[in-house]
Structure formats: C-alpha cells, structure tokens
C-alpha cells in the first residue's frame, strides 16, 4: 500500500529555510530527504515571487547572517543572478539582496545534489506516523501513490508548521487577542518600466514617499525600493485596505516587482479561504496594475509579465515551543546562552485588519539572538523547526519570518538534526555548545 523509504533526516517543505536545512544535514553527513509539494524549490521566494531578500545586516550595516545563506547569495552572484546585498533605497532597511528567482530553483538543486541530498518534488506531506513521542515517519500523497518516509529526526520547514500540527504538537496561530494573522499578498511583475523617471519624481517630490527615503542621495544611488507615492494611491481610491505604493526593482534592469496586493482576514491554512484569497488577490493585481500604468509616472508603458504561482502567505502556524521569542527580546536586541542565529531585520507587521504598516526597531547593536529552544516544539521529541513556523510571538514573528533568518534557523535546524540521528539522541539532548561551534565553522554568526 505505501512505497517505504529510509532516511536519517527527512525535511518536510523546501522553501528557503528548507533549503539550508537540508544542506547542512547532507554536509553532516546525515542520509537526507527533502520532500517538496511543488515542482521546484524556493518556498515564497520562487513560489509567491517574495523580493528581495532582507536584510542580511543590521541598521548600522553590520553583517549578521551569512553561513549558507551567503553562499547562495554568492553562488547566485557568480551566475550574475544577484548584484549581492546593495542599499534599500526606501531607507527601511540598510541593505537588501534583489536575486533571480529562476536561478534560485537551480541554485538550490545544485548545491543540495552536491551535498548528497534526495530531493522528492511534487509530494505532499499530509500525515504523521506518532508512537509515544516520537515520529516514526511521515506520508506523502504523490501522483505515484503513497510513500511512507521513515526517518530518526525530522524537520519542519513547512512555513505553516504542518508536520508539527499532524504529529500532534501545540501549535499557536495570530495575534494573542484575536487569533488574526498578517494578510496575505499576490506578487507580481512588472517589465518596460522607466525607473530613471521614476527616481527623476522622487527627487523632485521627497514629501510624497517614505520619511527614511535617502532621497539626497539617490541621483548617486541605483534605484532598488520605492515607498510612498502617497497622492498617488490615495487619489485612486481603490478598493483595497493599504495605504501606499510598494515596489522593488529587478531582476532585469526595467522591472519591478510589486507588493501591495492586500487580502485581510482570511486563514492560510484553510483550504477554501485559501481559494478565495487566490481569487481576491489576482483581482486586485489587475486593479493596482492598471493603476500603476495609468497614474504613476515611468509606468505608461510597463505591462505585468508574472504573477506569483500562489498567493505570499504571511503568518499561519508557528510552534508553540520550548521558548517563544518576544517582541521584547527583539527591540531590546537580548542575548541568549544558546543562540543559533541573529538577525537585524525590525519588526514590520502588516496590520491583520488595519490600513498600515507597524514597525519597530532593535537596540543595542541593531541585532537580536534567536534561541535553539525555538527549533523545538513541545510533546514531540525528534521533531525540529526551522524559518517561518519557529516559536515565537506573533510580533516576533513579524521579524523572524524574513528570507535570511529563515535561512539562518533553516541550517541551525538541519545541523541539529543531523547531529541527533549520529548520536542516536533526541534534539533536545544534543550539546548545544558544539552546535554553535559547528554552525560558526560554517559561517554562521553568533555573536
Ligand atoms: C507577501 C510577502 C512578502 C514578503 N516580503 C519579504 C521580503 O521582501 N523579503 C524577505 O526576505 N522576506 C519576505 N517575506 C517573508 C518570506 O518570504 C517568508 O516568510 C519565507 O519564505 C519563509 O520561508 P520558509 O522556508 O520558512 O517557508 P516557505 O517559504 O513558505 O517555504 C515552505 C515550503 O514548504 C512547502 N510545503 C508547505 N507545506 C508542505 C507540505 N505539507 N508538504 C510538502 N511541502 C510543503 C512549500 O511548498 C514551500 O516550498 C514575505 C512574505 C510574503 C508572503
């Protein structure tokens, strides 16, 4: 009935914190299986279209992730498929890393063949074989029948915490007051943009866009974010609860990719909400578009050339774990004994119900640690998490769910694992000091 399959450490979903998961469990050595539901790889970068990637540094410019995460980014670079990290030009943050999201698909395969990693696409993750509290293995639905997955440790890179929420582990879902997630967007293209006109109306209407804008020194600076076009937006009057233009430029040179889609009160975990919000959000791509062409200047000539595969999902599960991060280690930047990543990245919660945008930024030295214990979920013992579905607050959330920390935990998470099912232990027993040591030979940054 079910095709069975071994492995050390199996990786549930291959979105960017995956990705690194799995890489460092084949590095350690560890028999790895990355199973997919899509057929390529990438999660929202390549799935939703979510760019750039941000941010690598803190506010003061200081590098806090790197490890596999910048090899990508260098691997990526050397295809001349990213500039590498360059300034934010809506002065959000210090840096971002615009990057070709086709080249990210083979980038990953690659660097995962090299690491000895069995990659199954097209397969969904859709049950937990439990006994006592351990996973035994995991089932998948596939166009070739079932296939049942043994492993020693698992990995849950899902973004929606779903091997955690079917093998029986408390989950959280929201905000704590009402259970409300951030919305969700539908990214897209757009090429035949003139970003020089563009940039050309920001110097010469500096009122009109994010306050952080560097706009004295943007003739110098190539165009990478634009915020604001507040007059704009607001005399169009749509019929869609933001409350500015949002757009990132790239990866070609007249392009940009938009982010302003906003689906409100709906859960991406459930099916058919999840049907309607695909529906909500390719109308509004077709109403911000014509928008776009029709009143914002540099934009007369510019058509949509793709829009995401699915709709961008925000917030959906996370891990009720050992420890959840709060909004309060994160702006006060605090220290943990076990920290197994950092990130610089504020808070930037896009409101569950509201128009706007709330943000807050991190103190000391512009970065704060994530803890081990936020890998591990409670009640299952051979279960790690790793980028979106972490354990932490739902404002924590807010800043822990950026591409490079989910990249950063996503490796934390596969070197964990592999440790584990070498010494035949549970993740919650390995020692966390040679963790760190092994994460920091491999480029991570701790302190
Ligand atoms: C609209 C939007 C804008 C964003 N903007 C930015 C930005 O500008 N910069 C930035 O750095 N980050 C941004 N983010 C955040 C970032 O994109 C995500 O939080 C990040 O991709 C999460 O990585 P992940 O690997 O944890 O999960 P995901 O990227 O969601 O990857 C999960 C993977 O698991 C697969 N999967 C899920 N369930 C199953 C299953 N049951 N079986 C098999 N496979 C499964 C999925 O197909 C996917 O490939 C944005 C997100 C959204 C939605």
Same mark, same amino acid.
């Given at each position: 009935?079910?095709k069975?399959?071994? &492995?050390?450490?199996?990786? &549930?979903g291959g979105?960017?914190?995956g990705?690194n998961?799995a890489?460092a469990a084949?590095?350690?050595g560890?028999?790895?299986?990355?199973v997919e539901?899509?057929?390529f790889l990438g999660?929202m970068s390549?799935?939703?279209?979510v760019?750039p990637?941000?941010?690598f540094?803190?506010?003061?410019?200081?590098?806090v992730i790197a490890?596999?995460a910048?090899?990508?980014?260098?691997?990526?670079m050397?295809k001349n498929a990213?500039p590498?990290?360059v300034?934010d030009?809506?002065g959000?943050?210090q840096?971002?890393?615009?990057?070709?999201?086709?080249a990210?698909?083979l980038?990953?395969?690659?660097?995962l063949?090299?690491a000895?990693?069995?990659?199954? &696409?097209?397969?969904?993750?859709?049950e937990?074989?439990?006994?006592?509290?351990?996973?035994?293995a995991?089932r998948l639905?596939?166009k070739?029948?079932r296939i049942?997955?043994?492993?020693k440790?698992f990995?849950?890179?899902?973004?929606?915490?779903?091997?955690a929420y079917?093998?029986?582990?408390p989950?959280l879902?929201g905000?704590e007051e009402?259970?409300?997630?951030?919305p969700?967007?539908?990214?897209?293209?757009?090429?035949?943009v003139?970003?020089?006109?563009?940039?050309?109306y920001?110097?010469?209407?500096?009122?009109?866009?994010?306050?952080?804008?560097?706009?004295?020194?943007?003739?110098?600076?190539?165009?990478?974010?634009?915020q604001g076009?507040?007059?704009?937006?607001k005399?169009?009057?749509?019929p869609?609860?933001?409350?500015?233009v949002?757009f990132?430029t790239?990866?070609?040179?007249?392009?940009?990719?938009v982010?302003?889609?906003?689906?409100?009160?709906?859960?991406g975990t459930d099916?058919?909400e999840?049907?309607e919000a695909e529906?909500?959000g390719?109308k509004?791509?077709?109403m911000?578009s014509?928008?776009?062409?029709?009143?914002l200047?540099g934009?007369?000539?510019?058509s949509?050339t793709?829009?995401?595969t699915?709709?961008?999902?925000?917030?959906t599960?996370r891990?009720?774990?050992?420890y959840?991060l709060?909004m309060d280690?994160v702006?006060?930047g605090?220290?943990?004994?076990?920290?197994?990543?950092?990130?610089?990245?504020?808070?930037d919660i896009h409101?569950?119900s509201?128009?706007?945008?709330?943000a807050?930024?991190?103190d000391?030295d512009?970065?704060?640690?994530?803890?081990y214990?936020c890998?591990?979920p409670?009640?299952?013992d051979?279960?790690?998490?790793?980028?979106?579905c972490?354990s932490t607050?739902?404002e924590?959330l807010a800043t822990?769910r950026l591409?490079?920390s989910?990249?950063?935990?996503?490796q934390?998470?596969?070197t964990a &694992?592999a440790?584990?099912a070498?010494?035949g232990?549970?993740p919650?027993?390995?020692d966390v000091?040679?963790?760190?040591?092994?994460?920091?030979?491999n480029?991570?940054?701790?302190?």
């Amino acid at each position: 009935m079910y095709k069975i399959m071994e &492995a050390d450490v199996v990786v &549930a979903g291959g979105g960017p914190a995956g990705i690194n998961a799995a890489l460092a469990a084949g590095r350690q050595g560890a028999k790895t299986v990355l199973v997919e539901r899509y057929g390529f790889l990438g999660g929202m970068s390549t799935i939703a279209l979510v760019y750039p990637w941000m941010t690598f540094h803190t506010m003061q410019g200081k590098q806090v992730i790197a490890g596999y995460a910048q090899e990508i980014v260098e691997r990526l670079m050397a295809k001349n498929a990213s500039p590498g990290h360059v300034r934010d030009t809506c002065g959000f943050v210090q840096t971002i890393t615009p990057y070709h999201p086709e080249a990210y698909k083979l980038v990953a395969l690659e660097m995962l063949r090299e690491a000895g990693v069995k990659v199954i &696409a097209h397969s969904f993750l859709d049950e937990a074989v439990v006994e006592g509290d351990r996973i035994q293995a995991v089932r998948l639905a596939t166009k070739s029948g079932r296939i049942e997955l043994r492993a020693k440790t698992f990995v849950d890179t899902t973004g929606d915490a779903d091997l955690a929420y079917f093998a029986g582990a408390p989950i959280l879902k929201g905000r704590e007051e009402d259970g409300k997630t951030q919305p969700m967007t539908m990214k897209f293209r757009m090429k035949g943009v003139d970003l020089q006109a563009v940039k050309q109306y920001m110097i010469e209407h500096p009122e009109e866009f994010y306050r952080k804008t560097p706009v004295e020194e943007l003739a110098d600076l190539r165009l990478t974010a634009v915020q604001g076009f507040y007059k704009h937006w607001k005399e169009a009057n749509l019929p869609i609860n933001r409350d500015q233009v949002l757009f990132f430029t790239g990866p070609d040179e007249d392009e940009v990719v938009v982010n302003m889609v906003r689906v409100q009160g709906l859960d991406g975990t459930d099916v058919e909400e999840l049907t309607e919000a695909e529906e909500l959000g390719r109308k509004q791509v077709v109403m911000i578009s014509e928008f776009m062409k029709k009143s914002l200047p540099g934009f007369a000539h510019a058509s949509v050339t793709q829009v995401g595969t699915q709709i961008g999902v925000r917030e959906t599960r996370r891990i009720d774990g050992q420890y959840a991060l709060s909004m309060d280690d994160v702006v006060t930047g605090r220290r943990f004994e076990d920290v197994i990543a950092r990130s610089g990245y504020p808070i930037d919660i896009h409101d569950p119900s509201g128009k706007n945008v709330t943000a807050a930024w991190i103190d000391g030295d512009g970065a704060y640690d994530i803890p081990y214990r936020c890998l591990l979920p409670k009640k299952i013992d051979n279960l790690l998490v790793g980028g979106r579905c972490i354990s932490t607050s739902h404002e924590a959330l807010a800043t822990t769910r950026l591409t490079p920390s989910c990249m950063a935990t996503g490796q934390a998470a596969g070197t964990a &694992a592999a440790m584990a099912a070498a010494a035949g232990t549970s993740p919650q027993s390995i020692d966390v000091k040679r963790l760190q040591e092994v994460l920091k030979q491999n480029g991570a940054i701790l302190a």
